[in-house]
């Protein structure tokens, strides 16, 4: 071999080496791929102020929270109550961004007639449908929780609207309500209106037709949580 055709070593400066780190960003970006540094970055910076605190007074206690996410159909139950299904979905970090994993999230509601009502162990038991009012999951290591319920119904001058608490030890427990993007009940809505502007765009989920699985029009919507506070990794 030829010793002098080998290219001898080079040894880059800083700048240099910064210059090659934004090029090879760029190429990934021009083919399409996101590199796992960017992909981070973007995960976890998208949140906001921390989410606002709403009344509580309708909780169920935690002796009737069904230890359940889907509060269409509870386990034994081989159809879904009838309504309109609505799929929820989140994400719940605290304000640095960072995921809140094995929080505890309990949700509950009015059924489409907008009532408060919970389902009791003997309807629980039998085959025919119920709607449960209520329900729980906990998130998973990226802070994320879903639900499968019921459209609400409004009800007096109160929008439809899906309450939600959420326990953490880490973290001071949170009282929250989810409204709904769009909805025109929400302007007479005494409540809602009560908080201000700023506020009341941290309390509406986006809401939207679940577009290729809805052969009867299912719902879906998005609501991420923010929890005061920060955990004592400040990286993720």
Same mark, same amino acid.
């Not at 709403?54 to 935690?62: A, C, H, K």
């Not at 039998?126 to 998973?140: I, L, M, Q, S, W």
């Given at each position: 071999?030829?010793?002098?055709?080998?290219?001898?070593?080079?040894?880059?400066?800083?700048?240099?080496?910064?210059?090659?780190?934004?090029?090879?960003?760029?190429?990934?970006?021009?083919?399409?791929?996101?590199?796992?540094?960017?992909?981070?970055?973007?995960?976890?910076?998208?949140?906001?102020?921390?989410?606002?605190?709403?009344?509580?007074?309708?909780?169920?206690? @935690? !002796?009737?929270? =069904?230890?359940?996410?889907?509060?269409?159909? &509870?386990? *034994? /139950?081989?159809?879904? $109550?009838?309504?309109?299904?609505?799929?929820?979905?989140?994400?719940?970090?605290?304000?640095?961004?960072?995921? @809140? !994993?094995?929080? =505890?999230?309990?949700?509950?509601?009015?059924? &489409?007639? *907008? /009532?408060?009502?919970? $389902?009791?162990?003997?309807?629980?038991?039998?085959?025919?449908?119920?709607?449960?009012?209520?329900?729980?999951? @906990?998130?998973?290591?990226?802070?994320?929780?879903?639900?499968?319920?019921?459209?609400?119904?409004?009800?007096?001058?109160?929008?439809?609207?899906?309450?939600?608490?959420?326990?953490?030890?880490?973290?001071?427990?949170?009282?929250?309500?989810?409204?709904?993007?769009?909805?025109?009940?929400?302007?007479?809505?005494?409540?809602?209106?009560?908080?201000?502007?700023?506020?009341?765009?941290?309390?509406?989920?986006?809401?939207?037709?679940?577009?290729?699985?809805?052969?009867?029009?299912?719902?879906?919507?998005?609501?991420?949580?923010?929890?005061?506070?920060?955990?004592?990794?400040?990286?993720?």
């Amino acid at each position: 071999m030829d010793m002098a055709s080998l290219s001898p070593r080079k040894n880059f400066t800083r700048r240099q080496m910064l210059g090659l780190a934004v090029s090879g960003s760029l190429m990934l970006a021009c083919a399409g791929i996101t590199s796992p540094a960017a992909a981070a970055d973007k995960f976890i910076n998208k949140c906001h102020a921390p989410t606002p605190a709403t009344s509580s007074s309708s909780y169920p206690g @935690v !002796s009737k929270i =069904i230890l359940s996410n889907n509060l269409a159909r &509870p386990a *034994g /139950k081989a159809v879904n $109550a009838p309504g309109q299904l609505l799929y929820i979905e989140g994400r719940i970090t605290d304000e640095n961004c960072i995921p @809140v !994993s094995n929080a =505890i999230v309990d949700i509950w509601q009015t059924n &489409p007639f *907008g /009532k408060y009502r919970w $389902a009791v162990r003997d309807e629980l038991l039998t085959p025919e449908p119920v709607f449960a009012g209520n329900g729980r999951a @906990v998130t998973d290591n990226l802070g994320r929780y879903q639900f499968l319920t019921l459209f609400p119904g409004g009800y007096g001058r109160n929008a439809p609207h899906v309450h939600m608490r959420i326990n953490h030890p880490d973290y001071k427990s949170l009282d929250t309500t989810m409204y709904f993007r769009g909805d025109r009940r929400n302007a007479d809505d005494p409540r809602f209106q009560a908080f201000k502007p700023a506020s009341q765009a941290l309390l509406l989920s986006n809401i939207k037709v679940r577009e290729g699985e809805n052969p009867e029009g299912d719902l879906k919507t998005r609501f991420d949580i923010v929890l005061k506070g920060g955990s004592d990794f400040r990286s993720y």
